[in-house]
């Protein structure tokens, strides 16, 4: 799978070496990067996404996306509700999205998701 983005991570990643604050090219990256498998790289740009625009609630949902496809489900909850916090409001996304797989059975996420229900 991932040949089929390498020629995509190549030209961001150029770009992102002559713009490294350019916020939309990290996004991009931080995706190709975990559609590749690439969980570590893609958590890095979401993470350095987060520091770049820390009132952004979709860097803070993707950052949670990364968290959890590592297993790091404490961090992961915290920055899903930030996310929520600074005004997700995707739960049709959220209740199925399988990067928050590994967050289903639990008890905070389920109370998070059920907040968001509650206010779509």
């Not at 995509?8 to 975990?34: A, C, H, M, N």
């Not at 992961?76 to 509700?81: E, F, G, Q």
Request: aromatic residues 8%.
């Amino acid at each position: 799978m991932s040949a089929n983005f390498d020629f995509e991570v190549q030209f961001f990643e150029s770009i992102l070496r002559r713009s490294p604050k350019d916020s939309s090219v990290i996004e991009i990256l931080g995706g190709l990067y975990t559609k590749q498998g690439r969980i570590n790289d893609g958590l890095r740009m979401d993470r350095r996404l987060v520091r770049l625009q820390p009132e952004n609630s979709t860097a803070h949902y993707n950052l949670a996306c990364s968290l959890a496809l590592k297993k790091r489900n404490p961090e992961a909850l915290r920055s899903l509700a930030k996310s929520v916090e600074l005004g997700y409001v995707d739960y049709e996304w959220m209740h199925q999205d399988p990067d928050l797989e590994g967050l289903r059975e639990n008890p905070g996420y389920k109370k998070l998701l059920d907040s968001l229900r509650k206010k779509a």
